[in-house]
């Protein structure tokens, strides 16, 4: 038995979900390809309270620059496994899962950021500038 379908090209994922999420909800996302195929399928978010970070000094020589940064900053660690960059409350807006010369933060608004980054053996934790 063979099956056939004419889904080909991009598909593109609509919700009317206003990101970032906040409280605990049901996202519902539909996805559509380039010949109208669609489906749709719901994705349930959980938001738990989290503590407050608090940055530190750590002794490990990890510089982040430049910082302030506008769109985008490199980090003088080459071996990173993840990189997450949080607002000052913990709440995750960006996520790197590989070492990169730099990582964009350019559709992120001005303000003051966390970025901690996972080496292959300690976790360090950053303050970082947007202008």
């Not at 080909?8 to 195929?37: K, L, R, Y």
């Not at 964009?104 to 360090?124: A, F, K």
């Amino acid at each position: 038995m063979t099956a056939t379908d004419n889904c080909s090209g991009a598909i593109n994922a609509t919700t009317d979900v206003t990101f970032p999420i906040t409280a605990s909800t049901t996202v519902t996302w539909t996805f559509t390809d380039e010949s109208g195929n669609s489906h749709t399928q719901t994705q349930e978010v959980v938001v738990t309270e989290c503590n407050t970070l608090a940055v530190t000094d750590e002794k490990i020589e990890l510089v982040v620059y430049p910082n302030p940064v506008t769109t985008s900053f490199s980090i003088s660690e080459k071996n990173i496994r993840e990189l997450t960059v949080l607002d000052v409350s913990g709440h995750i807006l960006k996520y790197f899962t590989t070492s990169q010369n730099k990582y964009d933060i350019s559709e992120l608004p001005q303000g003051v950021y966390i970025i901690e980054i996972q080496t292959s053996n300690d976790r360090l934790v950053r303050r970082l500038i947007k202008q």
